[in-house]
């Protein structure tokens, strides 16, 4: 499985970003994607995830602003982010589990306050 993270970029707090993880490969296999971000110092620590069934799970400390959705025709997985931040700020790595666990490269997300 291969994971193709892109869509971060510089935004002012209050705006929107919407992130893609397009996947290929071994994909039929893919029980559950998620996003997760990192800040220098800091643990990866997990934003959202989906499951095969489309089944959606929060951090607290995004709930009712972030959705994560999945498009199965294009075998990709978003994440929409509203009323950013400037917390919000942070590399974001999707993976997927299948036979194992596999991560995409970083898409780094900057909130100006």
């Known amino acids: 499985v291969q994971l193709q993270a892109s869509g971060g970029g510089l935004v002012q707090a209050g705006g929107s970003l919407r992130l893609s993880c397009a996947a290929s490969g071994s994909i039929a296999n893919i029980a559950l994607m998620a996003w997760y971000r990192q800040t220098p110092g800091k643990q990866r620590d997990l934003v959202a995830t989906?499951?095969?069934?489309?089944?959606?799970n929060y951090a607290d400390s995004v709930k009712a602003r972030f959705t994560i959705s999945r498009d199965n025709a294009k075998n990709t997985v978003y994440l929409e982010m509203n009323s950013l931040k400037p917390e919000d700020t942070a590399v974001y790595y999707c993976?997927?589990?299948?036979?194992?666990?596999?991560w995409g490269q970083g898409t780094q997300v900057t909130v100006s306050s």
């Open positions: 989906i499951t095969s069934g489309g089944s959606t």
């Open positions: 993976n997927a589990w299948a036979d194992r666990l596999y």
